[in-house]
């Protein structure tokens, strides 16, 4: 499992510890994902290159705007989308019904 994470994002950008608690969470589910974190401008090449690698989830982190640039590279393959609400609306989440709260 690889998780994009912006750390650009909404809610995201106003923690410091953000990338440590999620991965703390995940192992807590007894996950351990790789934490990619990258600004809004480096999400297209993270997925490009978490795509070619093994693994069938990708995990969005970020708001809306990189939930659908992620979610534009998964559709249509065989990995599984993840979504971390971290953006300031979070339209994708609240229309899916996702907890906004990690």
Avoid: W
Wanted: proline content about 4%.
């Amino acid at each position: 499992m690889i998780v994009i994470l912006n750390h650009r994002a909404g809610t995201a950008a106003k923690s410091r510890d953000l990338q440590s608690r999620i991965a703390q969470l995940f192992r807590a589910a007894g996950a351990n994902p790789e934490i990619i974190a990258v600004s809004g401008k480096d999400i297209t090449a993270a997925v490009k290159q978490a795509m070619s690698r093994p693994g069938n989830t990708l995990v969005a982190g970020g708001g809306d705007g990189t939930v659908s640039t992620i979610a534009a590279n998964v559709a249509g393959t065989e990995k599984t989308l993840g979504v971390l609400p971290l953006g300031t609306l979070n339209h994708f989440a609240r229309d899916l019904h996702l907890p906004l709260n990690l």
